[in-house]
């Protein structure tokens, strides 16, 4: 049988903000530079993040509990 795809998630701005600890000024400033996934236009007046490029982004991350900054010197 074939497998259902998963249903498109979107996050909203807030939503990304909360979940990366990270104020507007520099969710946008990430976007802008190509250091973190671009919104998609939902509508004249909403932009929102797909939730897996969010958590693909996450996931790409280092791991700052495993001390992997510490090695890398920052």
């Known amino acids: 049988p074939a497998e259902a795809k998963a249903p498109t998630r979107y996050l909203d701005t807030r939503d990304v903000m909360v979940r ?5 000024t520099t969710l946008y400033r990430w ?11 939902l509508g004249s ?7 897996s490029e ?17 090695e890398e010197g920052v």
């Open 20 to 24: 990366l600890c990270v104020s507007r």
């Open 54 to 70: 969010v958590e693909s982004w996450i996931e790409s991350r280092p791991n700052t509990a495993s001390g992997d900054f510490a």
């Open 31 to 41: 976007c802008r530079s190509g250091h973190f996934p671009a919104p998609r236009r």
């Open 45 to 51: 007046n909403r932009v929102a993040y797909l939730s």
